[in-house]
C-alpha cells in the first residue's frame, strides 16, 4: 500500500512536469508566430515605403525638354551645344540617343530632345536621351570659352578659327592656326574660303567684333557659327606673335 502511494505520487510529478512542459511550448510556439508576423508586417511596411520612394522619384525624374545644336559626330554620340533656356545648362556637351534606331542627326541642326535631367559630371558633361523632332528655332551664334574650344579641337581635331581683328592687332598676338580675316573685309562681303559643313569658330580682342561677324556668317548660311570672346581673356601664354 505503502509502495502504491509512492508510485502515485511519482506520476503526479510526472504528469506535472509534462503539463509544463507542453504550456511552455504552446507559448514559444505563439511568440514565434507572433514574431514571424510581426516581421511580415515590418517586410510589408517596408516594400511599401520602397515603392513610395520609387513612384516619388520617378515624378521628380520627369522628362526635360532641351534644343540642342549638332557640332560633331564623335564615338560615345553626337558633340552638341544645349541652348540656353532661362538658367538652365547651356554649353557644349555629349548626347547619346536612347533608341539606337533613330535617325542620324545632322550636322548644324537644331533639334528637340527630351531626356530625365541627369547628366555626369565629366568634361564635357554627358547625357542620353530621345530626339523628339528637328526645332523651328532659327539658328543663333554659339558662345563659348577658350576651355571649351579646347576640349572641342580635343574631340574634333583643329578647327576653322579666325582672329576678326586688324592685321596690326592679330600681329600684337594671336592664337596658333587661327586665320586673320577682319570684320572690314567681313561688312565688305568678303567672307573668305571657309567651309559650311564645319563649325566656325571666331574671336577679336573683347568679343563684341566676333560677334557682329558672326551674325553676317550665319545670314551667309554657315549653320554652325561660335564666338569665343576676346583675346583679353584667353591665357597670355597662348598667344603667338
Known amino acids: 500500500m505503502k509502495r502504491l502511494k509512492i508510485i502515485t505520487a511519482i506520476l503526479a510529478v510526472l504528469l506535472l512536469f509534462v503539463f509544463s512542459v507542453f504550456q511552455a511550448a504552446c507559448k514559444t510556439e505563439t511568440t514565434v508566430e507572433d514574431e514571424s508576423a510581426a516581421t511580415d508586417e515590418e517586410s510589408a511596411e517596408a516594400e511599401r515605403l520602397k515603392e513610395e520612394n520609387r513612384e516619388s522619384e520617378d515624378e521628380s525624374m520627369e522628362l526635360i525638354e532641351k534644343e540642342i545644336v549638332i557640332m560633331g559626330k564623335v564615338d560615345e554620340g553626337y558633340l552638341v551645344y544645349v ?111 571657309f567651309s559650311k559643313e564645319r563649325p566656325l569658330f571666331l574671336y577679336c580682342r573683347s568679343g563684341a567684333r566676333s560677334g557682329e561677324a558672326g551674325y553676317f556668317y550665319l545670314e551667309e548660311g554657315f549653320p554652325v557659327v561660335v564666338n569665343m570672346g576676346g583675346v583679353i581673356d584667353f591665357p597670355q601664354d597662348k598667344l603667338l606673335k
Open 83 to 193: 541652348l540656353p533656356e532661362a538658367e538652365d545648362f547651356h554649353g557644349l556637351a555629349i548626347f547619346n540617343k536612347d533608341a539606337e534606331k533613330q535617325d542620324e542627326l545632322d550636322f548644324g541642326k537644331i533639334y528637340k530632345i527630351e531626356f530625365n535631367g541627369a547628366m555626369t559630371r565629366s568634361i564635357p558633361p554627358q547625357f542620353a536621351g530621345n530626339t523628339v523632332k528637328e526645332s523651328d528655332r532659327q539658328a543663333e551664334v554659339l558662345n563659348c570659352t577658350f576651355n571649351d574650344y579646347m576640349i572641342f579641337t580635343s574631340f574634333m581635331g583643329e578647327q576653322q578659327l579666325l582672329d576678326v581683328r586688324t592685321d596690326s592687332e592679330y600681329q600684337t598676338g594671336h592664337l596658333e592656326n587661327s586665320i586673320n580675316h577682319s570684320l572690314g573685309k567681313i561688312e565688305e562681303g568678303d567672307f573668305g574660303n
